[in-house]
């Protein structure tokens, strides 16, 4: 029974870049015609084991950034100016995008407005914590004060 790389991941065989043994059948008339494996040889072996870890790697250094730009965001508090009426209701309102742009602006970080976390845009003149999805599972609470211009 030969050994394959995956290449991709095959369901009830393994995940990509795992080392599997298949029938020689199955690899030469399955996996290897559709790309979705390759023969495993010293060589390709090599490039697949040092390939999950360069992935690895990039993953932690991702996750270590997220944890850094939720930790200077849950210390950012943004004052949002707008124009707004005697009894404190905005003329217009502040939304994700307005968010995103402070952001910008105060800390230097691009937050994709999707992923600011409002459940209706700001009506009114006041202080709000607002969620902020950093990466996937790092979330960080930006205190945004709206001021009356």
Excluded at 110 to 127: F, H, P, Q, Y
Aim: hydrophobic letters at 40%; glycine letters at 6%; aromatic letters at 4%.
């Amino acid at each position: 029974m030969p050994e394959a790389i995956l290449l991709q991941d095959v369901e009830s065989v393994g995940e990509k870049g795992a080392v599997v043994t298949v029938s020689k059948g199955y690899l030469r008339n399955f996996l290897i015609p559709r790309k979705l494996a390759a023969p495993a040889t010293k060589g390709l072996v090599e490039a697949a084991r040092k390939k999950v870890e360069d992935e690895e790697r990039a993953r932690i250094d991702a996750e270590n950034r997220a944890n850094e730009y939720a930790s200077l965001l849950n210390k950012t508090v943004l004052t949002i100016s707008q124009q707004a009426g005697e009894d404190g209701r905005l003329f217009g309102s502040v939304t994700n995008q307005d968010i995103a742009d402070a952001i910008k602006e105060a800390r230097g970080v691009t937050v994709d407005k999707r992923k600011i976390l409002l459940e209706d845009a700001i009506k009114s003149i006041g202080t709000y914590q607002v969620s902020v999805e950093v990466a996937e599972g790092v979330k960080a609470v930006v205190k945004t004060i709206v001021t009356e211009r």
